[in-house]
Structure formats: structure tokens, C-alpha cells
């Protein structure tokens, strides 16, 4: 390809050469790319180099490093379960066989559909829904370097000149684009698929080459670029497509050590890549099917939606949802799918599902127990009472003795004392390996209640919520592992099975609703004062528009300290709402009515759960549920027949008019009202005292709520009613 150069504004439009001098670095930089505009050349200063490559690998492994992990593609790949992508402009199958001038400009239109299809999902999935999207997509001309809309290029007679298709902030200012603003590019080649077939998946090097020669200018434009990037722009993605296969080609590198020779730009670009890049390829795989649709959910189309998502990170920021919490949302959609074919609670292997292997010597699938191919958490940490956990939390090594295994229906936890203080207790929470958790996503509990709880409470503690009836984050970070640990400059973790676990310990530390309930120690005053506690957690909460999601016995402690009344603190908070777009646990007994029909909270939901929590504390059966729909009817039929709220009346008049006010607000749109609650007789010692008098006049149900002493409430008489015999 030979053509002309980038323009000398910035880099963006045209070949008229800047008059403006923005110091002798940025003139530099110009001149050079302005005669760096032949990739053939560049591709022959780099032919040695290529072959040394090749023949240093050898012929079994591919010549260059891929540019993402596999592990990380199936992460990616659960959070953009849900997410819409739609090219409407179908792509012409097999572009390279045939000369037709309609079928290459087809395919030009076809990838910038393809383009803005992907980044417009991306950005409404993981940035903003609402937001306009701040990026255009164009193709590129080659004899100016200008960009322009592949329909308008073709209606100019430009489609032959046609060379790269673009992602590029949008700058009305500058609409045929600048060198600064390009995101991504996309280079469509004939028989990029062809890689495949004759050799190790990735592409010759006069297509890498190419590749190069696009990357080199994008970074050097953005050296002197006045644009501020959100993160580090010193890498550059450029995709390789045809009209059926695709892949990436990563480049980066600190283009400050290039030798700006302008009598030299080929060399000296050569010897950049030589000594100072990285270039990582990926395998070409198959995006767009026969009919012209794209495999979204396929690796080809996979590789490329990644690439487009970072490159929209180095502009926009690190986006409002992560890629952890939406591919955390699998666990969810799971459970959910397997209430809708009604598959029961089977409980295979901890995570509801049956693990499957590829039989060695029959293609036949074969269903194998679990215990042969699941890795034990265990056997990657085992920690036993007296074991010592160092982590490392902000820069500092905190370590912390087991004083005892806590096993509960999911998994362990543990009750610990710091080092430093051995006398104060704490809860401390061990999360899963990195190498053990992307295998099976599907169980995501450790995950929730480790990485995802941290975050929450990490945003409380930010946000100044104090409670004493909130958790509080004492500290976390990731494990101290014995020995030297060799984890990359790079990032990731070192071969030590315990490298990268997180580690979360939090306090008070208390016993479970659901251990007082087994024991028999949950009566009508720890009812009261357990509803009264978990709507100020709640409450507080709300002030910072955080929601639980996953209220249940397991997640409320009752707390006791010598000279103080218990209290009750809500924990779990690893499933709690903070967007919409957020998915509550879904639990066939305690989840709202409003979660299980919709996947979401509303107001009155949190408080829903608490309910039925205390029906099941005040002596309520619950049902065997096993699927979604049994557990709405249960839920219809109870409230319906007031059989709740007869069950808490037996306890108590105030929980019973409680549940009353849940029961009108659920599903409504109406907030709940926390403080008429907090302000009422929850917060009192609750007496009841009936009378019955035979002599004259009998008294059905009279209800006296006395105060506790010293709090400056009225005595009130309730539902009195008098009925005389002469």
C-alpha cells in the first residue's frame, strides 16, 4: 500500500502540511509520519526479523504470543450473555472470489455495520444505556488518509482507494477523522481464512506487516496528541478480517524510543518493533456465517468484541459495570433457567449442574462423577484452627489466626483474631482461586461472597454508611503465599496454588438466624428486635441506593457482647443491588414475589424476605419448592389467605401489621417508608396482656403496649371490644 500520509494536524484530515508548530518534538513526529507512507517497504525491513521469529518457535507453536487469555474470552463471553448485538447489513460471502465492484462495497458496508453494531453494544452494556454514544465508524482512504462513510465513499467513486475501517471518537469539528481519535481499525483482506487451512492460524507477514505499518501511525499520532487519555494509550488494536474469517493483532509499546530518523523511517520504525514492541496475534477464527449473520457468541467474533472493549476503555475509562459483575450475573440466569424447566434443587456437585469429560478413546460424552474431575478448594487451601493467613492489604501484610471453622450450606468461613490483637474476633472469608474459578462459573457463591461483597462494602465505607447493624470491612486483599512468588510484572499470579485467592475479614462476628432457629433460641423478643435491626441496615442502605438482594437466616447475626443487649447485624451483601441492571439471588423461599416473576427488586422487596424470614423464625412451615412457579403460588395463596400474617400475629400485633404493610406494597411502585417503622414500638419491648372477664361483660383482645423504661411513649390500648350479658 502506497498512498499518502496522515495529515499534519494532529494527524487527522488531509495532506496539506501544518504551518503551526507545536515544538520541535511534535514537528518531528509530523515529518516522519508524513513520509512514512509506503507499508511495503516496512514490511521488507522487517522480513529477517519475521523469519528469525518463526524459525525460534519452531513449526508446532504459532510465531507470535495471543493477545488474550482463553480464560479471559470466557469471562467476557458470560457477561455479554443478555446483550444485544444486531448487523443489519449482512456480509457477501466469499468477497475474495469475486471482482464484482457491488459485492466489495458490500463488504465495506457490511463491516462498518459490524463495527458500530459492536461498539454501540459495548457502550450501552457496559458505560451508559442512556448516554449517547460518543464513537462513529468510517473507512479510510488512502490516497489522503482522510476518513469517510463507506456508502458516501462508493457514491464518489472512492471505493478502490478504500483500505482500513475504523472506530474514531466523534469530533464535528474534524468529520473525515483524526489520527488521535482512532480507536480501532479494521483491515479487509482477501483470504485471511486461508491462514487456517494451509497453516498455524495466524496470518503471513505481509498482512501482519500491514497491520504494523497502521499501528505505528496511531501511536505516534497519539504521542503528540493533546488529547488526554482516560488510560495508558501506548497499545493499539488492528483487526484482520475477510468476508468470513477474522482476528486481532495487539500492538504496544513506549513509542518514545523510537528513533524519529527522518532520512530512515522505515528502518527506524523496523527497529522499534524489533526491540521495543510487543506483538501478540491471534488465531483467525470464523466470524460471519454463510448467510452473512456474525457469530457473536463464537471465539472469532469474541476476540474482536474484546479488542473493541479495551480500545473503548483507553478513551471512555473503566466503564460503570465491570466485566466481573455482568459475567457474575451467569450464576443467576442459570439457576433461573433451571426453575423455568422446573429441574429441582439437585445438588451434583455443589454447583447444580452435571461436569461432563471427552472420553479418550470413544467420542461418546459420558456423565462421570464429580468428585473424579472437581479440584477441591481444599487441596489448594486448607486451613484448620491455629493456621496463620497472611494478606496483603494496601501495601501492608496483615496476618490472622483460624480460631475456628464455621461450615455452613455453601462454604466454610472462619472465625479469626489479628495477630497484632488476639482478643478481638473477626470473620474472615477465603475466596476461590483464579485458576479454579473461570473453569466453574457457574459457582459463583464464593465469588459473591468474597470479590463482589468486598466491592460493596468498600463503596459503604466510601460513601460514610455507619451502622452497627452493617458488616464492616476490617480488611482485604489477596493472600500472602509461602515461599518467593514469581508473579508476573505484567499482572496475573505465579504457579502457587495459593497466589491471587482473595481474602475478605470483616466484623462483628455473631451466630446465624438460622443456628438460633435449629437450637431453639429465636423467640418473639429476638423477632421483634431482629425486624428492627434489618430495616435500619436496610434503611441506611437505601440512603446510598444500595439493596440486599439476598435476605435469608444465613444472613442475619445476632451479636452479643457482655454489658449490651444483642443486636442483629445483615450480612451477605455480595448479591446487593447497585444499577438496574443488578440480579438479586434467587432463592424459591425467600425471594419477593417481584424477584422470582421479574429478576429484579423492588422497594418493598428487601422487606418482603425479611418477612418471610420471621414467619419461618415464629414457627412457619415453608413448603418443598422446586421450581419457580410453585413457589409463586405458595406465595399467592399465603397472602391471600392471610396465613403470614396470622402466623407473626401469634408473636407479635406489631409484626403482624408489618407483614400488612409489606403485603400492600409489594410489586407497587411506592418506596418503602423505613422510619415509621424504626420510630414505632419495634424499638420498645413489646407486651401483650389479654383479659377475659365472664362477670358481666366479656373483653376480647385487649392489647396493652407498654414501653421499656425510660422511653417517653404513651401506653395505648388496642382493639377493644366489649360485649355485655345481663
Known sequence: MEGGSPDQESIGSGTKRSTVSSGSRSCKRKEFLYRFVDSDRLIANLEQWFESVCNNLGTQKPAFNEPFELIELQKFEYALEGISFQQLIKMPSAVHASTSGVVEATAYLAIEDFLHASVKGLWEAFWSHDEPMPFSVACLYNENFRFYQAENAVAEGKLGGLCATGILLTNPRHPHGKWDHILELALLRPDIGGFVVNGDGQPLLSVIGEALFYAIQVLISRSFSRRKYCQTADSVFVLLVDSQYGGVVKVEGDVNKLEFDVDNVYECAAEWIQNHSTVTVSSIDRIWNKLGNANWGDIGALQILFATFHCITQFAGFPKHSVEDLAADHGSRLQTRRAERQLGNTEMNGNNLFR????????????????????????????????????????????????????????????????????????????????????????????????????????????????????????????????????????????????????????????????????????????????????????????????????????????????????????????????????????????????????????????????????????????????????????????????????????????????????????????????????????QQEIEISFSFQFCCRIYAVVITIPCKDVPFKVTLKLVQLVFHY
Not at 559 to 573: D, T, Y
Request: charged share 20%.
Open 356 to 683: 461432563f469429560q471427552q472420553c479418550s478413546v470413544s467420542p461418546e460424552i459420558v456423565e462421570v462423577q464429580d468428585d473424579s474431575v472437581k479440584i477441591e478448594s481444599e487441596q489448594l487451601l486448607k486451613l484448620e484452627v491455629g493456621s496463620v493467613l497472611w494478606l496483603e492489604d494496601s501495601n501492608r501484610q496483615k496476618g490472622y489466626q483460624i480460631n475456628e471453622v464455621m461450615i455452613s450450606s455453601e462454604h466454610p468461613y472462619y472465625i479469626a483474631s489479628p495477630v497484632e490483637d488476639p482478643q478481638k474476633i473477626l470473620f474472615l472469608y477465603v475466596g476461590s482461586h483464579p485458576s479454579q474459578l473461570e473453569p466453574a462459573w457457574e459457582d459463583m457463591n464464593i465469588w459473591y461472597q468474597v470479590q463482589r461483597q468486598t466491592k460493596i462494602l468498600t463503596i459503604m465505607k466510601q460513601k460514610g454508611l455507619s451502622s452497627k447493624y452493617l458488616p464492616q470491612l476490617s480488611a482485604s486483599g489477596r493472600i500472602i503465599h509461602p515461599g518467593h512468588c514469581q508473579r508476573p510484572s505484567s499482572g496475573g499470579n505465579c504457579d502457587h496454588p495459593w497466589c491471587g485467592t482473595s481474602i475478605l475479614v470483616t466484623s462483628p462476628v455473631g451466630e446465624t438466624v438460622s443456628d438460633l432457629i435449629d437450637q431453639g433460641r429465636f423467640g418473639a423478643e429476638e423477632a421483634i428486635r431482629c425486624c428492627h435491626d434489618c430495616l435500619s441496615a436496610l434503611s441506611t442502605a437505601a440512603c446510598a441506593g444500595i439493596r440486599h438482594g439476598d435476605i435469608r437466616p444465613e444472613n442475619v447475626i445476632c451479636v452479643r457482647s457482655a454489658g449490651r443487649h444483642p443486636f442483629f447485624v445483615l450480612i451477605g451483601w455480595g448479591r446487593a443491588i447497585l444499577e438496574d441492571r443488578d440480579r438479586p439471588a434467587m432463592n424459591l423461599h425467600f425471594s419477593s414475589t417481584y424477584a422470582l416473576q421479574e429478576g429484579k427488586l423492588c422497594s418493598a422487596s428487601d422487606a418482603e424476605s425479611l418477612v418471610y424470614m420471621l414467619y419461618i423464625s415464629c414457627g412457619g412451615v415453608l413448603p418443598d419448592l422446586d421450581s419457580v412457579e410453585g413457589a409463586l403460588q405458595w406465595r399467592e395463596t399465603s397472602w391471600s389467605r392471610r396465613l403470614i400474617q396470622q402466623k407473626l400475629g401469634e408473636t407479635s400485633t406489631v409484626l403482624k401489621a408489618f407483614s400488612d404493610y409489606v403485603d400492600s406494597l409489594c410489586g407497587t411502585p411506592y418506596l418503602m417508608d423505613y422510619d415509621i417503622w424504626l420510630r414505632s414500638s419495634l424499638a
